[in-house]
Structures are given as C-alpha cells and as structure tokens.
C-alpha cells in the first residue's frame, strides 16, 4: 500500500506563489511516476505535472501551467512538490498528487492507482 499525504494549500491572491509538498509513505519505492492533479468545481479533474524516478527526471507540464509551475521531488524524503508562480484565478481549485507504478511516458491518469485527499488552493483576482 501506498500513502499520499498533501500540504500546502491556502488562498493567495493572482500573482501570488504557493508551494505543494505531498509526502509519498509505504511501497513509495514502487511508484515510478508522481504527478499533480487539479478539479476545479464542475470540471473534471485535469493533470497539472508528473515527473517520473527512473533516472533522470521527466517533468511534463499541462499547457496552462508551463512556465509558472514547477514539479519537483526530494527521493530521500519521499516528498514531490509543485511551485506554483504567477497564480491566476483560474489555478482555483483542489489539487491532488497520485503515483503510478508505471514510467511518466507510459501513464495515462487512469494509471495513477494512488491518490492523496487533495489540498485546497484557492486564488482571487
């Protein structure tokens, strides 16, 4: 089994930067791919940034957040982060960090079988 644990969230307004953490406990070692989800209400959920732990790190970035967000992860802490720069009103919404235990290039969302409870992040204009 594995744990996904989110912190970070809070309410800042556009322009502003937040810094996610999601902390990855139990078999953390089997899951190759880490990404960053997001569902804004009445959306579907949508992914934000994975970045993958076999050798180098893959990092791939939805459109709207190129350039203003990074995925990060610290292996010996078993933590992946996401900075967020540059927050519009339109980043609102609860974000979640799932692990797959497939390679960044060969993973859909429907193959992140791990999910954290989401953290609120909420931006005004």
């Known amino acids: 089994q594995v744990q996904l644990a989110e912190s970070g969230g809070g309410s800042v307004q556009a322009g502003g930067s937040l810094k996610l953490s999601c902390v990855v406990s139990?078999?953390?070692?089997?899951?190759?791919?880490k990404g960053w989800f997001r569902q804004a209400p009445g959306k579907a959920r949508e992914g934000v940034a994975t970045?993958?732990?076999?050798?180098?790190?893959?990092?791939g970035y939805t459109d709207s957040v190129r350039g203003r967000f990074t995925i990060s992860q610290d292996n010996a802490r078993n933590t992946v982060y996401l900075q967020m720069n540059s927050l519009k009103p339109e980043d609102t919404a609860t974000y979640y960090c799932?692990?797959?235990?497939?390679?960044?290039?060969?993973?859909?969302?429907?193959?992140?079988?791990?999910w954290g409870q989401g953290t609120q992040v909420t931006v005004s204009s």
């Open positions: 970045i993958d732990n076999r050798g180098l790190s893959f990092a």
């Open positions: 139990g078999f953390a070692s089997s899951q190759n791919c």
């Open positions: 799932a692990t797959a235990s497939t390679p960044c290039v060969l993973t859909t969302m429907t193959d992140f079988n791990y």
